[in-house]
């Protein structure tokens, strides 16, 4: 089989170490167990789906995608990694290895919610059907693809609501994030979720994320004297002029600043290394200048300092970018430092230096956010890492892939925990608008059922309460499982977009949902449903599997 994307090779998963032994030894058990009872081939239909919505809300952002397509496309097992299975599979037949050999995903046809799309739980997020003895060995992979994925890009999304759209969020988790391809993954997916940026560099490299960034403690705090700028000359931003000694400019404003009539008192001695530090970054980044202000003191030292520099700057036609506070109280020293920066406009009369971008960090998250938020701040952007990478707030997405249908057979899966219960058949999935344009619910049908129609009014059931049901009739329906891949077949298939189309997608599905779903406090659950015709069946299916039990 070609792995083809209208024509072209697609390229492997983004992390090569995405192999068909990603797996867990039980896919491969089964896989041999399929084959010695000869069903290996028989047709099979599984869903990957979850079953509650992370972070305490009511919804969730699907990622991880583009990733199984690429995985699947170059779905193969190696001469040595047969090797390796036949030997975790003591007492297993040398003919397994030749099925082995042939196996890749031509058999195989993915159905899928667009990635980047709000989704909700039991609905599908993927169908995968084909061959039982391959799709079997997708489980894990799949999974594992998606799970993180959508879970820290739901993250992310979460915290831009809270943010507003307005404020810059800026991901800078890859020292924190759970080793290399949680650091990788995470400024994928927080990129995808509406983050405008990240300091990971190889993100930037991989997925064309912009980058960006500060500087560190250690950059301010490596300096120590004057003696150690020694090229002190700094050309206009024009050319045409240049100053021969930038490090004296920067004093001579930093004495105007000091005595200065309206900011005379705020300060009176600034720490000199500091000063030193950010003139250096100053020469080495005219164009670009911004300074982390909280080494030694925020008000009395990191902001007369940064404003001496950004004021000299100023001066051959540079524009400085702004601050970075990484401590203390954040809304306190954001409104501080705002009328500092104002005060200087109109006292010194710098036009637009009243809104020098101000950065904040340390350990922030929803929570702080919201409490900044509350309190009043001057915040523009922020940068955030452990709690938006790690998913701190929550370990795992809990998705799961569960065999719906083989040999045209429905299957379900029963649980004591009604949440637990499978929703059995080959099914198809609609999303259903309202007279306002939100989305109302989403149905799940049969898959011979005619679809639902635009002011048609139709039953939506709970799948298992049988007293929760209610009429619509839709302004809109939209059918949510695409065809993503068809194995060998050349019939047309959708594009995997690039990730900033995916992440404009994202961003406009989350604007378009109704606003209670998406509060942060007791949000309200959006509606999941099935047919009447589903429901039936279901429940049909659900009393012949049930063993009766018997009282004495
Ligand atoms: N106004 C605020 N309201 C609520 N939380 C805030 C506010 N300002 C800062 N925070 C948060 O409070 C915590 C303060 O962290 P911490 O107690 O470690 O102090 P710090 O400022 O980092 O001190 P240090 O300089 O000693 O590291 C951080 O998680 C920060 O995001
Ligand atoms: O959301 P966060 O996890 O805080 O990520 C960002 C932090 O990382 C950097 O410093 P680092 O934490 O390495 O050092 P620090 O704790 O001494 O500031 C930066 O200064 C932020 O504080
Ligand atoms: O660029 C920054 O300011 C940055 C990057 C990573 C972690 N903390 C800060
Ligand atoms: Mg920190």
New binding site residues.
């Given amino acids: 089989m070609e792995p083809q994307e209208n024509g072209k090779q697609l390229d492997g998963p983004t992390n090569p170490m995405v192999t068909p032994l990603l797996n867990d030894l039980y896919q491969f058990t089964m896989a041999y167990a399929y084959w010695k009872a000869n069903k290996h081939n028989e047709r099979s239909v599984f869903d990957l789906y979850f079953r509650k919505n992370p972070f305490g809300g009511e919804y969730t952002v699907f990622a991880g995608l583009e990733e199984c397509i690429k995985f699947l496309a170059n779905f193969k097992l190696s001469d040595e990694e047969i090797d390796f299975v036949r030997h975790c599979l003591p007492g297993s037949e040398e003919a397994f290895c030749e099925y082995l050999r042939g196996l890749d995903c031509s058999g195989v046809e993915v159905y899928a919610i667009p990635e980047g799309s709000v989704v909700f739980p039991k609905v599908p997020l993927m169908r995968v059907e084909g061959p039982v003895g391959v799709v079997q060995l997708l489980e894990t992979p799949f999974l594992n693809l998606v799970n993180f994925a959508s879970l820290v890009a739901t993250n992310a999304a979460r915290h831009r609501f809270v943010a507003g759209k307005s404020k810059s969020l800026l991901e800078f988790g890859a020292r924190r994030a759970q080793g290399p391809d949680g650091a990788i993954s995470a400024s994928k997916y927080c990129y995808l979720g509406g983050f405008d940026a990240t300091s990971n560099v190889a993100a930037g490299k991989l997925f064309g994320i912009p980058l960006r960034g500060t500087h560190s403690h250690a950059f301010v705090s490596s300096f120590m004297s004057t003696d150690e700028i020694v090229d002190k000359v700094l050309h206009s931003s024009d050319g045409k002029t240049t100053c021969e000694d930038f490090v004296s400019l920067v004093q001579t404003w930093l004495t105007k600043i000091q005595y200065s009539p309206s900011l005379r008192g705020i300060f009176s001695e600034t720490n000199q290394s500091e000063l030193v530090a950010f003139t250096s970054y100053a020469l080495a980044f005219p164009k670009a200048f911004l300074a982390l202000v ?1 080494t030694y003191d925020v008000m009395k030292s990191g902001i007369p300092n940064f404003c001496a520099v950004a004021l000299a700057l100023n001066d051959f036609g540079y524009k400085a970018l702004g601050i970075r506070l ?8 954001s409104t501080e430092v705002r009328n500092f920066f104002c005060t200087v406009e109109r006292e010194l009369k710098v036009p637009g230096f009243g809104k020098m971008i101000i950065t ?6 929803e ?2 956010i919201d ?2 938020n509350k ?1 009043g ?1 001057e915040v523009d952007a922020f940068g955030i890492g452990t709690y938006l990478v790690t998913c701190y707030a929550q370990a795992a997405l809990g998705c799961v892939f569960k065999l719906v249908e083989i040999n045209n057979q429905p299957r379900i899966k029963l649980s004591e925990d009604v949440t637990k219960v499978s929703i059995p058949c080959k099914k198809r999935s609609y999303r259903l608008y309202g007279k306002e344009g939100y989305p109302l619910v989403d149905i799940m049908t049969g898959e011979t059922e005619p679809p639902p129609k635009v002011g048609e009014r139709l039953l939506c059931r709970h799948p298992f309460n049988e007293s929760k049901r209610a009429y619509v009739v839709p302004q809109r329906v939209e059918e949510l499982l695409k065809c993503y891949w068809r194995g060998n077949a050349d019939e047309a298939r959708e594009e995997l977009p690039p990730l900033k189309e995916i992440r404009d997608r994202c961003i406009k599905q989350l604007e378009n949902m109704r606003p209670d779903h998406m509060r942060r406090l007791n949000p309200t659950p959006y509606k999941v449903s099935v047919s009447a015709k589903l429901y039936d069946f279901i429940h049909f299916l659900w009393l012949n599997e049930a063993p009766v039990g018997e009282l004495q």
Avoid: K, M, P, R
């Avoid at 904040?360 to 998250?365: E, G």
């Fill in positions: 909280d990484d401590s203390g109280d954040l809304a306190y020293l904040a960090s340390n350990d922030l998250n929570e702080t409490a900044l309190q701040h």
